[in-house]
């Protein structure tokens, strides 16, 4: 019953910044941390970007200084801001959060993704 919907990809160039935003919706407790991931085809998915219920945030060092995250607990959205965009971000973004359902506690669940496309 628990959803994560990611929105905001698309095709930029180089240099360009985009944001994705993950909406969490249905029968939801808590969300605890809240996580974006990249995959494609060639490479294991990635940890991009972690942020934990508090605001503490972690990046991985290929987007540090690039990419911010954020969070709105009251709407259960994550964001990622993307900045200064190089062709080898080009990937399926994920999200990723640790959320409580009734009944039930903390399960990790998965959006389907949102395509980014860095190219000239």
């Known amino acids: 019953q628990v959803q994560l919907v990611e929105s905001g990809g698309g095709l930029v160039q180089p240099g360009g910044s985009l944001r994705l935003s993950c909406v969490a919706s249905?029968?939801?407790?808590?969300?605890?941390?809240m996580n974006w991931y990249r995959q494609t085809p060639e490479k294991q998915r990635e940890l991009v970007a972690r942020?934990?219920?508090?605001?503490?945030?972690m990046y991985a060092d290929s987007v540090k200084g690039r990419f911010t995250i954020s969070r709105d607990n009251a709407k259960n959205t994550v964001y990622l801001q993307m900045n200064s965009l190089k062709p080898e971000d080009t990937a399926v973004y994920l999200c990723?959060?640790?959320?409580?359902?009734?009944?039930?506690?903390?399960?990790?669940?998965w959006g389907q993704g949102t395509q980014v496309t860095v190219s000239s």
């Open positions: 990723n959060a640790d959320i409580q359902a009734p009944g039930t506690w903390y399960h990790g669940y």
């Open positions: 249905g029968s939801i407790l808590s969300v605890n941390a």
């Open positions: 942020i934990t219920k508090d605001g503490n945030s």
